[in-house]
């Protein structure tokens, strides 16, 4: 067990938790701490655990956000993550002199198997995928009834309540036409051409070459995904995305990201000011 250290520089949304407990029955991948990495990203399902192992002892572990994942230090070096809801938080590992070892992103994502199981248990004749995007879920693939797309929306609201996109699409049974005596004309349907996703991918990145920003097809419909640094740069991608698809219809799932804000503390003469500006990268 080890004891809580003040340090004034963290930031006040910041918690610290020191929890030492037996190992969690479901954790059964260990992932290595890259020493000194600011960037390093650890994935967790959903109510399953990982478990994350430093090169050198850690005197303090702090997670921003602990209704996202919380933490659990197994010895000086070891600790487990829990995932709790889908989401996205930042894990510090620390040393004796209040340093840091390293930054860690984790990402939540909810349990597509588990999901997609139970919807295969309740609608066993419909054709229903699941993605993960971002921090939601997608639901696309063909089904027989309007009533059926609301009953899989609630199943799967379960899992990520307020984060499901639904592309499914409801099969429209056709009336066979009354026999006539005259001849029926014709009918020739036209041949729509599937918009390539990757040539779409190519022209946004083409475009706004630092935007990390991923196209893909679902039953017809162009996805976007991915994080962009503004909301304009997001705007942007989804009119290029329209445009290269000539009408095609076109779903939006960026994030944008968001920057975050130290607070700078300086004195002029006999007065304290104190200024808040974006935080630099380490």
């Not at 799967?156 to 099969?171: C, E, K, P, T």
């Not at 076109?250 to 500006?277: F, Q």
């Amino acid at each position: 067990m080890m004891t809580e250290k003040k340090t004034g520089w963290i930031a006040s949304a910041a918690i610290a938790i020191f929890v030492s407990t037996a190992l969690p029955a479901f954790a059964a991948i260990t992932i290595k701490v890259e020493e000194g990495a600011s960037e390093q990203t650890v994935e967790v399902i959903s109510d399953s655990a990982v478990a994350l192992e430093s090169g050198e002892p850690f005197a303090e572990l702090l997670i921003a956000n602990p209704d996202i994942a919380d933490i659990s230090s197994i010895s000086g070096t070891t600790l487990y993550v829990l995932g709790k809801q889908p989401g996205r938080t930042t894990l510090m590992l620390i040393r004796n002199d209040n340093s840091i070892i390293s930054t860690i992103n984790i990402r939540v994502s909810p349990d597509i198997t588990e999901l997609t199981t139970r919807l295969n248990e309740v609608f066993p004749n419909e054709e229903i995928e699941v993605l993960s995007a971002n921090d939601g879920l997608v639901l696309s693939g063909t089904v027989s009834s309007a009533e059926v797309v609301s009953r899989a929306l609630e199943v799967a609201g379960h899992y990520a309540q307020g984060r499901i996109s639904n592309l499914m699409n409801v099969v429209t049974k056709e009336t066979p036409p009354e026999p006539v005596a005259a001849p029926q004309p014709v009918v020739v349907e036209a041949v729509v051409t599937p918009v390539d996703p990757t040539m779409v991918q190519a022209q946004i990145r083409a475009i706004l070459p630092n935007e990390a920003v991923t196209v893909h097809e679902l039953g017809g419909t162009l996805v976007l995904s991915g994080n962009v640094s503004s909301q304009e740069s997001a705007q942007q991608a989804l009119q290029i995305a329209r445009l290269v698809a000539e009408g095609a219809e076109v779903s939006n799932l960026l994030t944008v990201a968001e920057v975050p804000t130290c607070k700078v503390r300086t004195r002029r003469g006999g007065e304290l000011i104190e200024t808040t500006i974006p935080c630099g990268k380490s």
